[in-house]
């Protein structure tokens, strides 16, 4: 049965209303840039007014934050079978990173966030409001939880502590316009060096090479 909508355009579900506007919302990012989209072309690329936009999204850091979480998620999906075939902490946090910020950077939405003229947008949206950390945690304390049955993890390190180192390195990452791919050996051996030792125990470490 076909969906019913309110006045031909958006969906009467809020969930898939909401949905359809940050559709709409990722095609102007495209086309304009974050810093030059306007709440008004948002609309227009939706076909519906500024005040139905308003309706579903407060504002536009609201609209903006809610699009970074689904597209987030989207890759966590993809990112936890990934990492669901490494046996220890160290392979999943190693190549999860790399993966991820591999991903994030070729991400539409995400590069043209962590872009360096959007870096105080970035800042504002992704860091102090505790987006990044939320969704950080969201991804790894289900593999952080599982690492600790396993006695990989270091007893004085707290989900919310590694979670949250987690997400300061991933964007660092994500925002160096040096990156080269998910092979580049320099990028390993900086997560293998520094980043592995603070969150495993020694033995799991050492074990690792790190």
């Known amino acids: 049965m076909a969906r019913r909508r309110t006045g031909s355009v958006l969906s009467e579900n ?29 609309a227009k690329e939706a076909n519906i007014s500024r005040p139905t936009v308003y309706r579903y999204f407060s504002d536009r850091d609201t609209l903006i934050t809610s699009l970074i979480e689904v597209r987030s998620r989207r890759l966590f999906t993809k990112a936890r079978a990934f990492l669901r075939r490494r046996d220890t902490f160290a392979d999943q946090i190693v190549d999860g990173l790399i993966y991820l910020v591999d991903r994030g950077r070729k991400d539409p939405v995400v590069r043209l966030i962590v872009s360096p003229e959007h870096m ?34 270091r007893a004085d390190r707290t989900n919310a502590e590694i979670c949250q180192w987690i997400a300061l390195v991933e964007l660092v990452l994500v925002g160096r316009m040096d990156f080269g791919s998910d092979e580049d050996p320099e990028h390993r051996r900086m997560l293998t060096n520094f980043l592995v030792p603070g969150i495993l125990t020694p033995e799991a470490a050492a074990a690792y090479g790190a």
């Not at 105080?120 to 952080?144: K, N």
């Open 120 to 153: 105080d947008l970035a800042t504002a949206l992704v860091g102090s409001s505790g987006l990044a950390a939320r969704l950080t945690e969201e991804m790894w304390g289900p593999l952080i939880d599982e690492a600790r049955d396993r006695g990989e993890v």
């Open 14 to 42: 809020p969930d898939e209303a909401r949905g359809q506007i940050l559709e709409a919302a990722e095609r102007t990012f495209e086309r304009y840039g974050v810093a030059k989209t306007t709440m008004d072309d948002i």
